[in-house]
């Protein structure tokens, strides 16, 4: 089975041209397209869902930097240790405690400059990371890119809770 790089002809590599692959995947939607199969046989119209659900999943994961970052990560024999791998560094650790005694903060105080504040810093963080997970992964460093990769998603399920903490402001 192909990667999803493959699937789009798209270089196996972080960054990519992202209108390179919004048209390749539209090719590929096109090709698989339901109204193309109407008057096929089930099995047919079954592997043209399965081909579309296919670059669905392949489009939102090459989309999303931190996903197709994770994914690199994995193509190349990484895994992520998502669930048994919670090791961060210690900088990374304090840095994340400040933030939370700062999210804290704010909702207690219904602070919406407080929160602004630590949105920011947190699409700073997460840019940086980026930034670095990109650096690694084009220098073949999969095992260091995996642990950015890991400290991308404590920051992406953060930044999760600091925007659910704006719904909870008054108006």
């Not at 109204?35 to 392949?58: C, G, I, L, P, Y």
């Not at 700062?102 to 909702?107: F, G, K, S, V, Y």
Request: contains cysteine; proline residues 3%; hydrophobic residues 40%.
């Amino acid at each position: 089975m192909q990667n999803h790089f493959a699937l789009f002809h798209l270089p196996q590599q972080f960054d990519i041209d992202a209108k390179a692959l919004d048209a390749a995947y539209h090719e590929v939607q096109n090709q698989v397209h339901p109204d193309k199969f109407a008057s096929a046989s089930d099995a047919e119209k079954r592997v043209a869902m399965q081909w579309a659900t296919r670059a669905n999943e392949a489009y939102k994961t090459l989309k999303n930097p931190y996903k197709r970052a994770a994914y690199l990560c994995e193509l190349n024999g990484v895994d992520l240790q998502t669930e048994s791998n919670t090791a961060m560094p210690v900088d990374f650790l304090m840095q994340q405690m400040e933030w939370r005694e700062a999210l804290d903060d704010a909702r207690g105080q219904k602070d919406r400059a407080g929160l602004e504040t630590l949105e920011s810093d947190l699409r700073g963080a997460r840019k940086e990371t980026l930034a670095q997970v990109g650096g690694l992964l084009d220098a073949q460093d999969f095992t260091q890119a995996a642990e950015k990769v890991r400290q991308l998603m404590f920051l992406e399920r953060f930044a999760d809770e600091v925007a659910n903490a704006f719904e909870l402001l008054p108006d």
